[in-house]
């Protein structure tokens, strides 16, 4: 069996996606707590927009 020289993404089963380079690793995520800013966030949005309908 002959192999091509370019390297190929042989998990992939549709002839066009083997073409295509293998994904790119995930990236390491340095802000875990993004959840945790965007829940705060959120909050406090929430809780100025009834707290200044209330006065």
């Not at 190929?8 to 996606?17: G, K, S, V």
Request: glycine letters at 0%; one cysteine or more.
């Amino acid at each position: 069996m002959k192999r091509r020289l370019v390297l190929t993404n042989e998990a992939a089963r549709h002839p066009f996606r083997r073409t295509l380079p293998p994904p790119a690793p995930a990236r390491s995520r340095r802000d875990d707590d993004q959840d945790l800013r965007l829940f705060a966030l959120s909050f406090t949005a929430f809780f100025i927009c009834i707290y200044s309908f209330l006065l």
